[in-house]
């Protein structure tokens, strides 16, 4: 019922910076925390950055210092903001939301998922 639109992918420069937007989708009530995932080939799926409550802002020690995640609450939708990029942060970045839609019913969606290439 609630799904999840990635946008902001694609290649860029070790040095350089792109901009992931997510934006939910559907009958929403609540939402409880939003935020980004990746996976790197051969990897385990690893959290980047959340927020939770609106308010409270998580991110992995990898990306400290160089993302920012930004929530607009009137859109439902964050934002990941990554600046001086890697070739270690090439992965399918995938947008993360859990919450309430209907006044009733928990929801956990997953995003597509967007290529991020860091080229060296």
């Known amino acids: 019922q609630v799904q999840l639109v990635e946008s902001g992918g694609g290649l860029v420069q070790a040095g350089g910076s792109l901009r992931l937007s997510c934006a939910a989708s559907?009958?929403?009530?609540?939402?409880?925390?939003m935020g980004w995932y990746r996976q790197a080939p051969g990897k385990q799926r690893e959290l980047v950055a959340v927020?939770?409550?609106?308010?409270?802002?998580n991110y992995a020690d990898s990306v400290k210092g160089r993302f920012t995640l930004s929530r607009d609450n009137a859109k439902n939708t964050v934002s990941l903001q990554m600046n001086s990029l890697r070739p270690e942060d090439t992965a399918v970045y995938y947008c993360?939301?859990?919450?309430?839609?209907?006044?009733?019913?928990?929801?956990?969606?997953w995003g597509q998922g967007t290529q991020v290439t860091v080229s060296s």
């Open positions: 559907g009958r929403i009530f609540s939402i409880n925390s």
């Open positions: 993360k939301c859990n919450g309430i839609y209907n006044i009733y019913f928990p929801f956990d969606s």
């Open positions: 927020i939770t409550n609106g308010v409270a802002t």
